[in-house]
């Protein structure tokens, strides 16, 4: 094994395996646990964490998939899911949890719009697309490397 394939091994056991403990396990704890405000902020700092790690390998996958099997890296299905994976990830990142953050301190009339824009909705839609990017990882692992 040569030191890219040992990161690449790391950056996607980080990134999936956060994914997956955060969603599956902290948060449910956090929120069973804790007051609801404060499960919540700490929830809420947990999954931007893993979102910039997710950036990280998402990125570093990317290039690496690319880098070792050239252009036809496109026409494997474990490129996709790290595309997949990504943009799940620069959505709730970039678009969704500032928007999350704005609708819980009541500063956006931004929020409003196709889905109501209540907190509960976008919750609702950042938690669909963290459900999208927990599969796609479950298929990114299940696949393993098919060398």
């Known amino acids: 094994m040569n030191l890219g394939t040992g990161i690449r091994n790391i950056l996607a ?73 990504l943009a799940c990830t620069l959505i709730n990142q970039f678009a969704l949890f500032p928007l999350i953050a704005a609708v819980k301190t009541g500063v956006s009339s931004a929020a409003t719009g196709v889905f109501g824009g209540g907190l509960a909705q976008w919750h609702t839609i950042s938690s669909l697309i963290y459900l999208v990017q927990a599969l796609f990882g479950l298929a990114y692992v299940w696949q393993g490397d098919s060398r």
Not at 61 to 72: M, Q, T
């Open 13 to 85: 056991t980080l990134w999936i395996g956060g994914i997956w403990v955060i969603g599956l396990i902290v948060a449910p704890t956090l929120f069973r646990s804790l007051d609801t405000a404060v499960a919540g902020m700490v929830a809420g700092r947990l999954f931007s964490a893993i979102g910039w790690v997710g950036i990280v390998a998402g990125a570093y996958l990317l290039i690496y998939w690319i880098w070792v099997d050239g252009l036809s890296a496109f026409r494997t299905g474990r490129l996709w899911l790290v595309i997949g994976m």
